[in-house]
């Protein structure tokens, strides 16, 4: 599964920022909520219509960003 199939980006839901595809359910909504210890199962109990598939899809995409991150120092 590729999380371009689940993860949308559109300027007109939530000024723009990636969300689960049909839903205004951000991405960093749903990172946030893992990072604060929440089960999986508790976070699908908590968004009806959201599926395991959707937070595999946040987890890929946040991956996919980190990995696309690079730091480049300044010369002095």
Sequence with gaps: MKWQERIILDPTVLVGKPVIKGTRL???FIIELLAQGW???EI?????GLTREDI???LSY???V???EKLYPLQG
Excluded: G, K, M, T
Aim: some cysteine; aromatic content about 0%.
């Design 39 to 41: 089960a999986e199962p």
């Design 66 to 68: 980190l990995h696309s």
């Design 56 to 58: 595999q899809a946040c």
């Design 44 to 48: 699908l109990r908590n968004s009806p």
């Design 26 to 28: 951000a991405v960093e």
């Design 62 to 64: 946040a991956s996919s």
